[in-house]
């Protein structure tokens, strides 16, 4: 069985940096073809995607955020970890890791995490 | 390339067909996926490779289209099946979503 697992601060300054972890289970994160993405929803607002790393270490990310974010993982803990710097009290909402699958060609996010709330305030 | 959805919220009774529509600025082929996410859950992957029904979802959620206009039909209404519905591109990163369809009881 597949499952993605986010964990981190549920509170965090302005300012300060925040780091999430997704711990994986039922999948290798250097198998071909597997990918992990993070995502965020802003309360009441639509899903967001960030980042992307993949099973050959290659990474994306969006590029609004991209000199205050950075995606690593740490295999051998089958952990995947999410960094993004200068806080500001926007970026509260809930964080979602998802497995992400290349089929042949085409790419989806085909398991999610249950999220982790993240609450920017001072 | 951004991707547009039909107005949101949309009314909609037990057993009606719906229809969502998710329009892309450019030709994306068939790199569109289809989300459902229910208040307070996780989203959840319906349909991937614009019309390919993912593993133990219904069948009566069925996926059309290709380069610039897709669609998401819901063939019968179930109560369960109120929620929010997002498309996303995934042809190169980054791999953005819409803006979302919120299906709610008419």
């Known amino acids: 069985q597949v499952t993605l697992r986010e964990s981190g601060p549920a509170l965090v300054k302005p300012t300060q940096t925040l780091t999430l972890t997704c711990t994986v289970s039922g999948f290798s994160l250097t198998t071909n073809g597997m990918c992990v993405s993070w995502v965020r929803q802003a309360p009441g607002k639509a899903l967001e995607w960030l980042a992307r790393?993949?099973?050959?270490?290659?990474?994306e990310y969006v590029k609004s955020l991209k000199t205050r974010i950075t995606i690593s993982r740490d295999t051998p803990r089958h952990q995947v970890v999410f960094g993004m710097t200068n806080l500001d009290p926007l970026d509260t909402g809930t964080y979602y890791c998802?497995?992400?699958?290349?089929?042949?060609?085409?790419?989806?996010?085909?398991?999610w995490g249950q999220g982790a709330t993240v609450i920017v305030s001072s | 390339i951004q991707l547009t959805q039909s107005a949101s919220p949309l009314s909609a009774s037990v057993g009606d067909r719906v229809t969502i529509t998710c329009r892309a600025s450019?030709?994306?082929?068939?790199?569109l996926a289809w989300y459902q996410q229910r208040p307070g859950e996780a989203p959840k992957l319906l349909i991937y490779a614009a019309s390919t029904l993912q593993s133990g979802v219904p069948s009566r959620f069925s996926g059309s289209g290709s380069g610039t206009e897709f669609t998401l039909t819901i063939a019968s209404l179930q109560p369960e099946d109120y929620g929010t519905y997002y498309c996303?591109?995934?042809?190169?990163?980054?791999?953005?979503f819409g803006p979302g369809t919120k299906v709610d009881f008419k």
């Open positions: 996303q591109r995934l042809n190169a990163s980054p791999f953005p």
């Open positions: 450019q030709d994306i082929m068939n790199y």
């Open positions: 790393i993949d099973w050959d270490g290659s990474r």
């Open positions: 998802a497995r992400t699958i290349l089929l042949s060609t085409v790419y989806a996010l085909d398991v």
